[in-house]
């Protein structure tokens, strides 16, 4: 994999994880509307999951 390549996939899956963090403070202070509760933990399960697929491709588990 390419310096560049390698290089843009860390700083995406760091950008991923801010944005985690971010629904995981809004969740945490909204914890009593459940209806916000499910819709943050729907976009944090997302980012998860992109964030896992960038993490395999920098491991060499997938290729893209």
């Keep these: 994999m390419k310096?560049?390549?390698k290089y843009r996939?860390?700083?995406q899956q760091?950008?991923?994880m801010?944005?985690?963090a971010i629904?995981?403070?809004l969740q945490?202070?909204?914890s009593g509307d459940?209806?916000?509760y499910r819709c943050t933990q729907k976009e944090m399960d997302?980012?998860?999951s992109e964030a896992e697929h960038i993490r395999g491709i920098l491991e060499g588990r997938w290729d893209e």
């Design 3 to 5: 310096i560049f390549k």
């Design 9 to 11: 996939l860390k700083k």
């Design 14 to 16: 760091k950008a991923l």
């Design 18 to 20: 801010r944005k985690y």
């Design 23 to 25: 629904y995981e403070q």
């Design 28 to 30: 945490t202070e909204h």
């Design 34 to 36: 459940e209806h916000f």
């Design 46 to 48: 997302a980012l998860d």
